[in-house]
Structure formats: structure tokens, C-alpha cells
């Protein structure tokens, strides 16, 4: 039987993965004041940061129903259930990690000083801690397995597509009630599922004996979301998360190591600069942008947006925007603008201010309405901060991706323009 603890594991966050949650291209040499935000923050952690890590193995699975059961705890997720079928999954390995208190409190302090940068960094240096304890566990749990002629699935947790994160509070449960007693006053779950210290993740690996079944499907090979270097085990290259709509940062001309120049100027329009690089803008009007004209000249868009969460592991998550512009003759006003999630989006409730304050956060995000009242392309003087992160939590943030919106739905109309002047023909909706 399985059990790790681990009080005082060694952190080594390797530099890539920290980039990657600090949102940089890959490619990208942090320098200058990057340099000094990013190496501040691991240097306080190495300093102050008490991680941890517990993990136990459970032997009592049920699977009946579509519900997947361990040690009489039923879960709601369909996906895991499946998952542990598809592999003929006969035991399981409860984790949990923190990279501990004092982290997310060193992040609040600094913001309360006024420091966003530093914070900003140090909460993405505590998630990328998170990440490298559940990749140490899952090396300690992938070299037991291996010892015992068996397999690790992929870890999965609440909160994740198909699985509710009120589950967060059974597994926590099954968790601290069974033995670990080394997580004693070390976390707490609230009502809402939210895991306080929140640098923290709780999770669970299937573990399968059926060693041909786990090799030959390719989506219960854990080893592709899993950056351990050297891992003997490993049955398959890692890949790191696929790029995100959030990615714009390594396009966007101020962003870090875009030398902060913001003159792209647009081939669409003598004048016409836009904070996006057009590659960028060219792909989202096609990929997420519906336009639809009506006789009276006014235009209703529809784009979807697809991010992550900055926190709790990086959910993904859905919101769809709506705006409504007057004709041409009245500049194009901005008439009416909506932004809430995506029909099924589960992502945007693993927010921090979700978790926190749902109902504040959701009429935050349904009230701003930047620029209502304009014309859209007053979107190209708009001064906005750079805040590129996935989460909706606070304003700069929503209305970077407001920016991001009004910007995609401006560069598609002064296409159509274009078009319609180079004599195509209009296809009228309503
Ligand atoms: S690389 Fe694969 S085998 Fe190694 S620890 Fe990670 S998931 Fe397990």
C-alpha cells in the first residue's frame, strides 16, 4: 500500500514551466525587469515557501451507474468514471500538494502595497510550485506503480472539465479523514470548493494493472502533461499545454520582449494602428467571429473567447461576447455589449474571485461596458493595461480582453469594407 509524505520536498521549478505560467513565448529570454520580477519571486520562495505533498493509495473502487465510488465516497464525474473503465482501473492514488500559506500571503502583502508586478509574479511562481509537487508525486507514483507491474492514469481533479469542484470537499473528505493527518491544520476546504491556501491542488491518478490498455490509448498515458525531466518511466514526450487564445501576449507588440513597439500600423486603413498583431487579429475574426448585418445597417457580433484560469491549475475556460454597432452613418456607436460565459462552461467558476465572491465577480463581468456610447473605432486610442492572463478577476484584465474583442470585430468590418469596395457582394441577414 502507497503512502508518501512529504513535509519538506525540494523545489525546482524548472524555467520553462515558470515561463509558461508567466505566459512568455517559448522561446523568449527573460531579461531587464522580467529578469529581476521573475528570479524575486523564486528566490522569497526558496526563502519562505513551505510546500508539501501527501498521497495515499485506495483499493476500494466501485464503478456502477456512470458514478465512479472510492472508499464509499461516490464522485459526479462522468469523465473519470469512463476513464477508469476505459483502463480497467483497479485501485486509485488520492494526492494532495500545497505550496503552502506563506506564499499566497507574501502575494497579498504585496499587493496591499501596491505592487502588482511582484505580485503577479509570485502568485505565478506558487502555481508553477503546485505544478512541480503534483510532477514530483506523480514520479513517486509512476516508479511504485512500475515496481508493482501496474500503470498510473492521468491525475484529474474537481474542478476540471466534466467534474464539479463542490467534489473538491468529498475528496478532501476521503482525504483527511483516512489517515493523513500530516495535512492537519495545513488545508482547508470551503463550501464553495475552494482550496485555502489555494496554491494547492487535490487529485486523483487511476492506477491500472492492465498494462497493454494503458499503453495502447493514447489518452491514458499521463506522461504527455507531465514535465519531469529524466523520468525512466516516461512512455511518451511531453507536450506542453497547447497555446492559448491568451497567447496574444507573445504577439501583442508591448508585450515582454516585443520591444514595446506599437506601431503596426494596419494595411486595412491609412492611419489604422492596432494594439494586436494582424496575424492574430486575421485568425480570430475567421476562427471566433460571427458577423451578422441587418437592413438597417447595424451589425450584431458574437465572439467566442477560450482562456484559462491564472489559478487552480490553469481550467479552461469559455465566455462568449455580443455587440451590437449603429450603421455606418452613426459611426458605428457602440450600441449594446454583453459578455457572460459560454453555454456549459464550467472553467469560469474555478476563478479565484469566483470562488471567492461569485455573485461580485459575474455582475462585475455583466456590467462593464468600456466604450459603450462610441464609435468602435475609438478602441484604437483606448489606453488599457497590458494584462494578457486568462481569468476574468478584475478589471484590468476584462478589459484587456474587451480591447481584444472590440479590436477583432473592428479589423473584420474594415476588411468587409474593403471588400465591399473592391466590389463583393453583401450578403444582408436580417
Ligand atoms: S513522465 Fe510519465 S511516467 Fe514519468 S512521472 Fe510523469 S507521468 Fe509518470
Redesign the pocket.
Known amino acids: 500500500m502507497l503512502e508518501l509524505v512529504e513535509t519538506n520536498p525540494r523545489v525546482n521549478v524548472q524555467e520553462s514551466e515558470y515561463q509558461r505560467l508567466l505566459g512568455l513565448p517559448e522561446n523568449y529570454s527573460m531579461r531587464g525587469r522580467t529578469r529581476e520580477l521573475a528570479d524575486a519571486a523564486r528566490r522569497w520562495y526558496a526563502e519562505n515557501g513551505r510546500p508539501w505533498f501527501y498521497a495515499r493509495q485506495v483499493n476500494a473502487l466501485k464503478l456502477a451507474d456512470g458514478q465512479l465510488s472510492v472508499e464509499g465516497t461516490g464522485f459526479s464525474s462522468k469523465q473519470l468514471h469512463d476513464q477508469f473503465i476505459a483502463a480497467r482501473a483497479d485501485s486509485a492514488v488520492l494526492v494532495a500538494v500545497s505550496a503552502g500559506r506563506e506564499c499566497e500571503e507574501h502575494a497579498r502583502q504585496l499587493w496591499r502595497e501596491s505592487k502588482p508586478d511582484e505580485y503577479f509574479f509570485m502568485e505565478m511562481f506558487g502555481s508553477a510550485v503546485v505544478e512541480h509537487l503534483v510532477?514530483v508525486a506523480?514520479?513517486?507514483?509512476?516508479?511504485w506503480?512500475?515496481q508493482n507491474g501496474a500503470?498510473?492514469l492521468?491525475h484529474y481533479s474537481p474542478g476540471y472539465s466534466g467534474w464539479d469542484i463542490s467534489d473538491q470537499i468529498k475528496l478532501w473528505n476521503l482525504l483527511h479523514g483516512n489517515g493523513a493527518r500530516h495535512l492537519e491544520g495545513n488545508l482547508e476546504v470551503m463550501e464553495t470548493g475552494m482550496l485555502r491556501p489555494k496554491k494547492s491542488l487535490l487529485t486523483l491518478l487511476g492506477v491500472t494493472r492492465d498494462l497493454e490498455r494503458a499503453r495502447s490509448l493514447a489518452k491514458l498515458?499521463?506522461?504527455?502533461?507531465?514535465?519531469?525531466p529524466g523520468?525512466?518511466?516516461?512512455?511518451?514526450l511531453?507536450r506542453q499545454a497547447p497555446p492559448q487564445i491568451e497567447d496574444v501576449r507573445a504577439l501583442l507588440p508591448n508585450a515582454p520582449g516585443n520591444g514595446g513597439n506599437r506601431k503596426n500600423a494596419s494595411v486595412l486603413k491609412a492611419g489604422v494602428q492596432y494594439a494586436i498583431n494582424l496575424r492574430a487579429l486575421e485568425k480570430w475574426s475567421k476562427e471566433r467571429l460571427q458577423l451578422e448585418f441587418s437592413r438597417d445597417g447595424m451589425v450584431e457580433a458574437r465572439f467566442r473567447y477560450e482562456g484559462t484560469t491564472c489559478s487552480n491549475m490553469g481550467r479552461a475556460l469559455e465566455f462568449d461576447y455580443r455587440v451590437k454597432l449603429a450603421s455606418t452613418d452613426d459611426r458605428r456607436r457602440i450600441l449594446e455589449m454583453q459578455c457572460a460565459p459560454a453555454a456549459g462552461d464550467t472553467g469560469h467558476q474555478s476563478q479565484c474571485e469566483y470562488l471567492n465572491n461569485a455573485e461580485g465577480l459575474m455582475r462585475n463581468i455583466a456590467g462593464d461596458k468600456p466604450l459603450l456610447g462610441r464609435p468602435l473605432s475609438d478602441v484604437l486610442q483606448w489606453k488599457r493595461e497590458y494584462n494578457p492572463s486568462g481569468c476574468f478577476c478584475d478589471l484590468a484584465r476584462r478589459e484587456h480582453k474587451w480591447g481584444l474583442v472590440l479590436e477583432v470585430i473592428h479589423f473584420a468590418l474594415a476588411r468587409r469594407e474593403r471588400e465591399l469596395a473592391n466590389g463583393q457582394a453583401e450578403i444582408i441577414l436580417g
Open positions: 510532477t506523480s514520479g513517486h507514483i509512476c516508479g506503480a512500475d500503470a498510473a492521468p498515458i499521463p506522461c504527455e502533461n507531465c514535465s519531469l523520468c525512466q518511466y516516461r512512455r511518451t511531453y
